[in-house]
């Protein structure tokens, strides 16, 4: 049996969540396995709807991590079969006593803290005494090597997607109706937050619909951001060119991505915070859309570099403004675009397993 310890689960939407959701889908496929989660309102439908146990955990934050272990190391103590721990952070590991075998999962911003502080310390006292560490990208396994973490226990292990599924006819219909006939389609699907760079898109934006009139940027997603950027859409008098959405179907999402033509992320470090992965990049591959990211962080694992998209200095506005203008320029995208979808076979869920399988 396998035990996943996790402070993000579906139902709760967000990128981490869907990583450890296929996880666990894929881990039982191999074995028993067991989830403890955090709690989350109307989880009961869907946990009752999975062929695995999953157990929730309530209360404050703080309540809710000493809780966790508790139930955790009593349930260790009465099921000897356990033979793994796989874990989505290192805090979740913290408290945790058994000597059985333990995998973590690190993402970047988790452990991007100030070597010889007092938060890495804690992140390297879990880290150095497990098993297995899993970085999500080659930036994040060489930032934990920095940080102090062995680099022997690390492996790298790009997360996974589900295969596409075909989008519904009438979702098509209502993303074209929500792109008004543009023909220069962009797409951001993420937080609306610093370090996604919403703001120097927009102001890419701005000089590009002098070249291309018939630009449009769709913005899904919500975040601290959100307020300040639509008062720059309307500064920049772009209010027919940026749209923001969210709370949508995911069909229409899909929708949105299959219809649109690049996807555009060009996320930049914005204090600890940075992009360790981008499984956005991937997803919108799926589709055949090619995708823009930015030079910091673990963008470079999902885009092949001037094959199946741009990698860019998301500092540099310029530099934005030239990687969109390359795309749409004798609508290279497509070709782009062709290639990120073939690409994209790497990263199913399928075949990211068996490298967990090595060390399982």
Known sequence: MYLLIT?????????MQNLMWGLARSLAKLNLIKVFADYHENHEKFDNSVSFSIERV????????????YLINDYLKNNKNVECLIADHWKS????????????????????????????KKVLSVLNNIDHVVANSNYTKNLAIDLGVDEEKIVV??????????VPKKYLD???????GKKNRLITVSRLDKRKNHEKVIMAIRNLKEIYPDIIYTCIGYGDEEEKLKKLVVELKLEDQVTFLKDIPPDLK???IAKS????????????????????????????VPSIGGKDGGASDAIIH????????GNKLEDIYSSIETLFKENKYLEYGKEAKNNSTNFLWDKAIEKYKRIL
């Open 7 to 15: 402070r993000t689960f579906p139902p709760e939407l967000g990128g």
């Open 58 to 69: 309530s209360g404050m934050k703080l309540i809710r991590k000493y809780r966790k272990s």
């Open 93 to 120: 590991l913290e408290l945790i006593k058994t000597n059985k075998k333990k995998i973590c999962l690190i993402h970047s911003k988790e452990i991007n803290h100030p070597k010889g502080s007092g938060l890495n």
């Open 157 to 166: 292990i790009n997360p996974g997607v589900e295969p596409v599924v075909e």
């Open 174 to 180: 209502e993303a074209e109706t929500i792109l008004k």
């Open 254 to 256: 899909n929708a949105l």
């Open 261 to 288: 033509h690049i996807f555009v992320m060009p996320s930049i470090i914005y204090k600890k915070s940075v992009e360790g992965f981008g499984i956005a990049y991937v997803e919108a591959a799926q589709y055949g």
């Open 306 to 313: 001037e094959k199946t998209g741009l990698i860019c200095d």
